[in-house]
């Protein structure tokens, strides 16, 4: 079974740090281009990155709100995903899933607020 | 960025009817590669987003087949045959073929 466990959410002030961990099980990971999808409060959904195979480059792509502030980054062997959130903004406040083809995790929610 | 465009917005249906939504999309999804990327997702009140059908038309593994998928290059439609209690949500097409990958606005479908 396919599974995605997000973590590392919580409550940051404007201007600060945030990393996000995505567990990964139930698939072979390092054959899985990931993404990180946000959700803000009763909003709807909007892509923030994704991280290709290290067999595809492994390159990475951003979205322009997110670009130069967020880092996305892989280690196949934990099979783990990560989302490094700096400089962060009020507007970044949302719950950010993890994502692989058809599997979405449960979210872990970001607060920015001062 | 590919502006993707849903409706209606909110879709009031009675159980056991048909529902259809509406996608277009600002640029064709036809890929390079031949794939048309579209995909549809569906997000139950208080859980995770799954997806239903990708490329245009193909279903999930688990999914009913109520639901069904159609159009080309920029225009689509999910089609829900006959509405079961189950599929109040809001509904998100995304496409997948250009980046970034953008999603629709969603359409709420509630039962009447």
């Known amino acids: 079974e396919v599974q995605l466990v997000e973590s590392g959410g919580g409550l940051v002030k404007p201007g600060g740090s945030l990393r996000l961990s995505c567990a990964a099980s139930g698939f072979t990971f390092r054959n899985a281009w990931m993404s990180w999808v946000r959700q803000a409060p009763g909003k709807g959904l909007e892509y923030v990155g994704r991280i290709r195979t290290k067999t595809d480059g492994g390159t990475i792509e951003y979205t322009s709100p997110v670009k130069g502030r967020f880092i996305i980054s892989r280690d196949d ?5 990560y989302l490094q959130m700096n400089s962060l903004r009020t507007e970044d406040t949302a719950l950010y899933y993890c994502v692989t083809g058809a599997y979405w995790g449960q979210g872990t929610l970001a607060t920015v607020s001062s | 960025d590919v502006v993707m465009t849903q409706s209606p917005l909110s879709l009031p249906v009675t ?58 290059g920029t225009d689509f439609t999910l089609k829900i045959s006959r509405v079961e209690a189950e599929d109040v949500g809001v509904y998100y097409c995304l496409q997948g073929t250009h980046w970034p990958l953008t999603f629709g606005g969603g359409t709420k479908v509630e039962i009447k």
């Open chain 1, 77 to 81: 062997s934990e099979n783990t995903l």
């Open chain 2, 15 to 72: 159980l056991g009817q048909p529902a259809s939504i509406s996608c277009r999309s600002s640029q064709s999804l036809v890929h390079s590669d031949g794939n048309t990327y579209l995909n549809w997702i569906q997000q139950r009140p208080g859980q995770s987003p799954r997806r239903l059908l990708y490329k245009v038309s193909n279903r999930e593994s688990g999914v009913p087949d109520r639901f069904s998928g159609s159009g080309s």
